[in-house]
Structure formats: structure tokens, C-alpha cells
């Protein structure tokens, strides 16, 4: 099987492993890119948990909450410069009023109705516009948090103290978390997971029941990379979100965050 140099480009972008080492996976798992990230795991060579490779695009994210919603946009345009112009900025914000007042909840409907005025500010800047993102958090006190037009984070808790679920907002912001606690972590995901832990501790030569100790142990890690709750709080690293919550007697409900340029 011929493996092509753009497979092996993106493989390598998604793992960081050397082109080599890249190019055996994939012609191991005859191209399958999933399973190839997998395998380098196993190898223990590459730490990757994502299997979506990420590029860098232009535009801002937008926001906006009325009564029990909020919405989250992103805006793509080809350069920083356009990203900053205001008829490029009014157009994000004249699309999330229009969204929340006529309760749009559906990224296709939002293109078709705007697709007239997107092909107007095209012609005016230049430049090739695409509502590419939007997404609707339901509920009571909902928060929203814009770090630099470039990542933008919903909230929905139980709580009315603005200060307390901005901070957790901006931990969402900076910290990334995929799923709100491990409940909430498909049961695939960590399943997969699971398996590749467990083949590469059985690996070293571990008896199946350590190797199975030091896949817990490991599998605690992975959820507090990746799920909310478990994360360390960025504004107290001796604490979790969790901890945090519980001693402000906050219940969070859901989260959306938005970052510029994820595919």
C-alpha cells in the first residue's frame, strides 16, 4: 500500500512523532489514521488523546445570552487584518442577536438566512467569509467568557455570582477540558483508552493484575486531563474544579467552549 506524504504530514502534526516512525504506523494500519495514533500510543512513542488534527484559521468568536440562552459563534475570514474590521465584526454580532431573538438553534438555518448579506460583505472586503461554527446552551444563569475574539466559553450553573463562574469559565478557557466529569466521557473513548494503557503496562513485563493497578492509576490521569471536574484549578493548583464548585456551593450544569480554527 502507497502511503502519501500529506497522510504522513498530518499524522505527524497530530502526534509529533517522526516522519519514520509515522509512516510505519500507517502502513501497519493500512492508512487508518484512528487506529495508526493508536498504535504509536501502544509504542509508546506519541501521547496524543486527540484525533483531530487542529490548524490555525482567522476570524473571531462571538457571543451572546438572552434570558435562558446563550450562543457561541465562530466567524472564519482568510486574514487577521479582516478579523479586526468592523463590518466583519458587526456581521458576527448582527448574526447571534438575530440567532437569540428568533430562537435559531441550527447552524444550516443560520447560513441560509444570512447567506445574501455573507456574499455582500465578501464583494465589500475581499475576502472569503464562513459562518462556520454555532451552538445554543439552554438553561437559568448561563455566563458567557471572549478571551481575545479567539476562544470563547458558555456556562450554564446554578449560581448568580458573575465573579465565581467567570473564573470557571476562564478555566475553561485556558484549560481545555473535552467533557464536563468521566460520566460524561463516551463509553468508547474510554474503553479505547483503557486497552492502550493496558498494552503498553503489560508490555514492560508487569503481571496482568499490577498492569491492571497502573491502568487505574493512569486512567484517573486521563480523566483529569480531560474532563472539567477532575481538571486542577488554574486559579488554585491545590484544588479541583470540583473542589472549587463544592465549597462555593456552585452545580455546573454544562459548558460549551469554542476555539478559533478547531476542525
Known amino acids: 500500500m502507497k502511503i502519501s506524504s500529506k497522510l504522513v504530514k498530518e499524522l ?3 502526534t509529533g512523532v517522526g516522519i519514520l516512525d509515522c509512516k510505519k504506523a500507517l502502513l501497519k494500519k493500512k492508512g487508518d489514521i484512528n487506529s ?4 504509536l500510543r501502544k509504542q509508546g512513542i506519541s501521547k496524543a488523546l486527540n484525533k483531530f488534527s487542529r490548524k490555525t484559521l482567522q476570524g473571531s468568536i462571538f ?9 457561541l459563534l465562530e466567524l472564519n475570514c482568510e486574514t487577521d487584518f479582516v478579523s479586526k474590521d468592523k ?11 438575530t440567532a437569540l431573538k428568533k430562537n435559531i438553534d441550527n447552524l444550516n438555518d443560520l447560513r441560509i438566512l444570512f447567506e445574501s448579506e455573507r456574499t455582500n460583505l465578501v464583494s465589500i472586503i475581499g475576502e472569503n467569509i464562513k459562518i462556520s461554527r454555532f451552538s445554543v446552551l439552554i438553561g437559568n444563569f448561563i455566563n458567557s467568557y471572549i478571551h ?43 474503553l479505547r483508552e483503557q486497552n492502550i494503557q493496558l498494552s503498553m503496562s503489560t508490555q514492560t513485563g508487569k503481571s496482568h493484575s499490577i ?30 474544579v470540583e473542589d472549587f464548585l463544592l465549597e462555593n456551593k456552585i452545580i455546573l450544569k454544562n459548558f460549551l467552549r469554542f476555539e478559533m480554527g478547531e476542525v
Open 36 to 39: 495508526s495514533i493508536d498504535y
Open 148 to 190: 481575545r475574539s479567539r476562544i470563547g466559553v458558555l456556562i450554564q450553573s446554578n449560581s448568580s455570582n458573575d465573579i465565581l463562574t467567570k473564573n470557571i469559565a476562564m478555566h475553561i478557557a485556558a484549560s481545555k477540558p473535552l467533557y464536563l466529569n468521566p460520566e460524561s466521557v463516551p463509553k468508547d473513548i474510554v
Open 211 to 240: 498492569a491492571k493497578k497502573i491502568v487505574s492509576g493512569r486512567m484517573k490521569k486521563f480523566f483529569s486531563e480531560i474532563t472539567l471536574l477532575k481538571q486542577l484549578f488554574i486559579l488554585d493548583s491545590k484544588k479541583t
Open 63 to 71: 457571543s451572546g445570552i438572552k434570558k435562558n440562552i446563550g450562543a
Open 87 to 97: 463590518y466583519f465584526i458587526n456581521f458576527g454580532n448582527k448574526i447571534i442577536q
Open 12 to 14: 505527524r502534526s497530530i
